[in-house]
Each structure stands twice: as structure tokens, then as C-alpha cells.
């Protein structure tokens, strides 16, 4: 998993400040997760994310977004509450998906979002 700031984010997902509308700029399909250090299902959250990092390395980009930190990137997509994850695909709209899922649940969102099995 790679940490991202604001100016990371807009080079390596999507340029808010440039766009209106959503654009990805990513190579591969990515996750992102909008968390807090002092978030407790945060903490139970990264490990998981970390396996898929690696389960699915080469095929999707896993980010992670400190919303103490880069403020302006959470409210921009509307986080209100941590854990948040934006999958943002190839092509079409990301989606966003709020709490500390399961990995069974990650995998089937990164199946039917990204189309990768």
C-alpha cells in the first residue's frame, strides 16, 4: 500500500482541481482507503488491504489517504466517516464503500467493480 498526499492523489487518480467530472489517471484499477491513526477499524482494516495489495500486485494499485492529514482530498469525495474506500476503475464511475468489510467482501467488490477475478 502506498500513503498518498493531496498532489500524489491528483497525479496518480484524479486531478479535482482540473475536472469537473471524474477522470482516472491511474494505469491499473486502484482502492483507496480514506483512514485515521486513531481509527480502531482502520487498524483492523490495513492488514487486510495489505494481503490484497499483494494478492492482486500487477493488477490493481492499493493507496491509502490520511484524512488528518490531506484533508482537502477527503472532503473533496465526501468522507465522513473512516474507514472509507473509493474504488476507482479503469473506466465508468468509482465507488465509494464505508466500514471495515471483510476480505471475502473486498475480493467480490474488486470482481465486480474491476472485473478481476
Known amino acids: 500500500m502506498i500513503a498518498l498526499t ?4 491528483k497525479e ?13 489517471q491511474g494505469s491499473k484499477p486502484a482502492i483507496i482507503d480514506f483512514y ?11 492488514p487486510i488491504l495489505e494481503e490484497i495489495s ?6 490493481i494499485d492499493v493507496y491509502k489517504v490520511n484524512i488528518d492529514t490531506e484533508q482537502e482530498v477527503a ?12 474504488f476507482a476503475p479503469m473506466t465508468g464511475e468509482p465507488q465509494m464503500a464505508q ?4 476480505k471475502e ?3 467480490q467488490a474488486i ?4 472485473n478481476i477475478k
Open 99 to 102: 466500514g471495515a468489510a471483510p
Open 75 to 86: 472532503s473533496t469525495f465526501g468522507v465522513m466517516s473512516v474507514p472509507s474506500l473509493l
Open 105 to 107: 467482501m473486498l475480493e
Open 111 to 114: 470482481q465486480e467493480v474491476f
Open 6 to 9: 493531496a498532489s500524489e492523489f
Open 36 to 46: 485515521a491513526d486513531w481509527c480502531g477499524p482502520c487498524k483492523r482494516l490495513a
Open 12 to 24: 496518480k487518480v484524479f486531478d479535482y482541481e482540473k475536472n469537473n467530472s471524474w477522470t482516472f
Open 54 to 59: 499483494q494478492q492482486y500486485a500487477g493488477k
